[in-house]
């Protein structure tokens, strides 16, 4: 093989390298979730360990095994209550006991509010006026004060080995306020419009601040961590809300279910050493508009 040739296919393994996970412990909050699937697949695929903590444990359980099947590598589904500080250190010590390392925590549990009417004061549930403080304290126990005990038990171990990753999975709407427009029905008077409620910016907003104070409190024990910011995925939701979406994206789309694991496997691994601190947006150019 020509010299050049030689030192080409050198460089590209060594750039593929950093991508490699293999052996790697990945613990993912919110697991057995939509987009925790899709990020425990990109670990998987790049020879990581996943470890799926999720609150239903026989779903986590099975998407383990799923995986594990697909992929070659060990999996393992954990149930865990990311808002209870025993509840994470159990599933810390079950990790340990089967790996005997964690390497990567993506802090992705949340309990998602839908957008919607149908409180029992006939008004939309999800409006700020309406919202209940058990729905605020409910959406922010999972969402903020879950990857708060998981990033101070989890990534404290990390801290103590002296090298992790922490990734946080916040949204777009972690720098832009959403826009009610998008989810008006003409059918309803204005104190019945659904709108997204307040708690998801918050918490989002939120993680963005916690990556923020984790990642120079750790930067001495190697421990990097970083938000990534996704816009909305398409699951099959109605057409005229997909369509007032859209307007709003320079791609004129919405992401595709697995557009994201590229981003994650990128933050996760060796392939983003010098990166922590920040908030990766990805959002087909909606925040910049």
């Not at 025993?86 to 005997?100: I, K, N, P």
């Not at 309990?111 to 058990?134: A, I, M």
């Not at 979406?245 to 983003?272: H, K, W």
């Amino acid at each position: 093989m020509p010299r050049l040739a030689q030192q080409q296919q050198d460089n590209t393994k060594r750039v593929l390298k950093l991508f490699d996970l293999t052996g790697r412990v990945a613990l993912i909050t919110g697991g057995a979730g939509l987009l925790g699937v899709q990020h425990a697949e990109a670990i998987a695929e790049v020879g990581g360990i996943v470890v799926l903590l999720d609150i239903d444990g026989k779903k986590a359980a099975a998407r383990a095994k799923a995986l594990s099947a697909s992929f070659g590598v060990e999996a393992l589904g954990v149930e865990t209550d990311v808002t209870q500080t025993r509840a994470v250190e159990d599933a810390l010590r079950t990790t340990l006991s089967a790996f005997g390392r964690v390497d990567i925590l993506i802090n992705n549990a949340a309990h998602n509010p839908t957008v919607g009417t149908g409180d029992s004061s006939g008004g939309s549930w999800t409006q700020l006026e309406t919202l209940s403080l058990e729905v605020w304290e409910r959406d922010i126990a999972v969402g903020l004060t879950g990857a708060f005990l998981c990033s101070q038990v989890i990534g404290g171990e990390m801290a103590r080995r002296g090298k992790g990753v922490i990734l946080s999975i916040a949204s777009d709407l972690s720098v832009i306020a959403p826009d009610q427009r998008i989810y008006r029905s003409d059918t309803m008077s204005a104190d019945e419009q659904p709108v997204k409620p307040v708690t998801y910016s918050v918490i989002k907003t939120g993680l963005v601040g916690l990556t923020r104070y984790l990642a120079t409190y750790w930067a001495e024990r190697n421990v990097r961590v970083n938000a990534l910011s996704p816009g909305g995925v398409y699951d099959r939701q109605p057409s005229d809300f997909v369509a007032r979406l859209t307007q709003l994206i320079p791609l004129r789309r919405m992401a595709t279910l697995n557009e994201y694991q590229g981003a994650i496997v990128f933050l996760c691994s060796d392939a983003s050493s010098y990166m922590t601190g920040q908030n990766v947006v990805i959002d087909g150019g909606r925040s910049v508009w």
